[in-house]
């Protein structure tokens, strides 16, 4: 058994008794290439996934889209029966078509048949955390949000979802969702470049808000910085472990859910939960947001 970390300490979600690891686990890259089909190394995938849960990850990140539904089938042969206190969050809004592109998914039945899709493969009567995500690709675009969100609360109604939350979404979007759902947690992108949410995250913590931010080294293509590469030099640790790091000390609301197929990288990530950047150094670290991603 791998000996537990302290994670980055825990984030009780608004209005509930649910109390999550700061530093959890995001399972998309337990899927193929350009997450479609099986992985290549089944037993690996299972691999990882225990070894999360036995360094004291209580919260993964997924969505029956991941595959499509092959990560949520993963999850299912590896650890169910679910410990307690495992927290399983995942994603409505997009679908994938045969030539592996992502399209919205956001009509009535496409959310609808999106909760049983997750129910059914992941094995659960009911699911946790389900955000919804609307926008762009890489970011939100204004909008209402009331249509879709009312499907998801008549489900919640009928007990299939316990709690929702939000990905890709603005303030305005917050604010329409809170008047007609309790909203636990928001999901954007963000990380030490790109700092377009410092001010939601702020007012989200105000709130007692989750703010989930996903791909915290820029993505499909990582974050190339001298500051980054400085840092984490000196501290003795890599690039990912520092953003990470940095993340965790931003804003005691966000949680992580930085993905891997590989337990050596898990560990990896995991460690950064114990690193403590001085201020001097988070300092620099901030000037690594540029003119292109101004702050608000």
């Not at 950047?277 to 620099?284: A, G, K, N, R, T």
Request: proline share 5%; charged share 20%.
């Amino acid at each position: 058994m791998t000996q537990q970390m302290e994670l980055g300490g825990s984030f009780t979600l608004s209005g509930t008794s649910t109390s999550l690891k700061r530093m959890g686990y995001g399972a998309m890259q337990l899927a193929g290439p350009q997450v479609w089909g099986p992985p290549g190394d089944m037993d690996a995938a299972i691999a990882v996934l225990r070894q999360a849960l036995a360094a004291g990850v209580n919260h993964i990140d997924t969505s029956d889209y991941y595959g499509p539904h092959v990560t949520n089938q993963i999850i299912r042969q590896a650890l169910h029966p679910y410990e307690k206190g495992l927290v399983i969050v995942t994603k409505l809004g997009a679908r994938r078509l045969a030539d592996k592109s992502w399209v919205h998914a956001l009509a009535r039945q496409e959310l609808i048949d999106g909760v049983h899709d997750n129910l059914r493969n992941l094995g659960l009567d009911a699911l946790d955390v389900v955000n919804l995500r609307v926008g762009a690709v890489l970011g939100p675009s204004e909008g209402s949000i009331e249509e879709p969100l009312t499907v998801l609360v008549e489900l919640q109604r009928q007990g299939l979802i316990r709690h929702l939350g939000l990905s890709n979404v603005t303030r305005a979007q917050l604010a329409e969702a809170q008047a007609i759902a309790e909203i636990v947690c928001v999901q954007n992108l963000y990380n030490v470049a790109l700092r377009q949410d410092d001010g939601f995250i702020d007012e989200l913590a105000l709130r007692g808000i989750a703010y989930v931010p996903f791909f915290p080294l820029g993505g499909f293509t990582p974050l190339q910085s001298s500051a980054l590469d400085r840092t984490a030099a000196a501290l003795r640790a890599t690039p990912m472990q520092i953003a990470l790091a940095w993340l965790l000390q931003r804003s005691p609301n966000i949680l992580l859910i930085p993905g891997t197929s590989s337990v050596k990288h898990l560990r990896e990530n995991l460690e950064a939960a114990t690193l403590r950047i001085p201020s001097e150094i988070l300092s620099e670290l901030d000037s690594i947001a540029g003119d292109d991603h101004p702050k608000r």
